[in-house]
């Protein structure tokens, strides 16, 4: 099911948060399986509802939630490696992976270097998207995402999700 239909709002990288909000708590009140506790069948239908709720919750409650699930649902993701990161940001994150590699064999200089640096870059990937989301909604046209928009807003979502596995792996995380 879309969730933007289950939500009953229209598809957009930018709804209004609020009423987001208000529309899943009404439906996690409606639906709370424990209001149908003496009848099996319909709390099997609660328990799913609620599933559903959590679940397009939390593809929508963020943006880069919102740009993932729009990338899926427009078959963007499958294309992925037909879009290879840019060549700038590779090189600049194999700098920044030595860096981190320094960090995890005990250089707090470059822990605190790496961590920093993270941070940074995941702020401004953070508000490329923001800025690209505004962008898009300003371009769709017939409630149609344009192509180019989707595929920058790809990339900088990769981007972020590449940031998030460095940071795991400066943390001592797993990245599996």
Do not use: C
């Not at 598809?11 to 209001?35: G, M, N, T, V």
């Amino acid at each position: 099911m879309d969730y933007f239909a289950f939500y009953g709002i229209p598809e957009s990288l930018l709804p209004d948060e609020a009423d987001l909000r208000r529309r899943f708590l009404k439906k996690q009140r409606e639906w709370h399986p424990d209001f149908f506790a003496s009848d099996p069948a319909r709390q099997d239908e609660a328990l799913a509802q609620t599933a559903m709720n959590n679940q397009a919750w939390e593809s929508l409650s963020q943006l880069p939630g919102r740009v993932y699930y729009l990338l899926k649902k427009e078959g963007y993701l499958e294309k992925a490696a037909d879009r290879p990161l840019p060549q700038l940001f590779l090189m600049e994150m194999m700098d920044l992976n030595d860096v981190v590699e320094e960090a995890l064999a005990g250089d707090e200089h470059a822990a605190a270097k790496a961590g920093a640096e993270l941070q940074e870059r995941m702020k401004q990937t953070e508000e490329n998207i923001r800025e690209m989301a505004q962008k898009a909604e300003a371009n769709k046209a017939n409630h149609t995402y344009q192509s180019a928009d989707m595929e920058a807003l790809h990339t900088f979502w990769q981007e972020l999700q590449y940031l998030k596995r460095l940071r795991k792996n400066l943390n001592g995380e797993s990245t599996l």
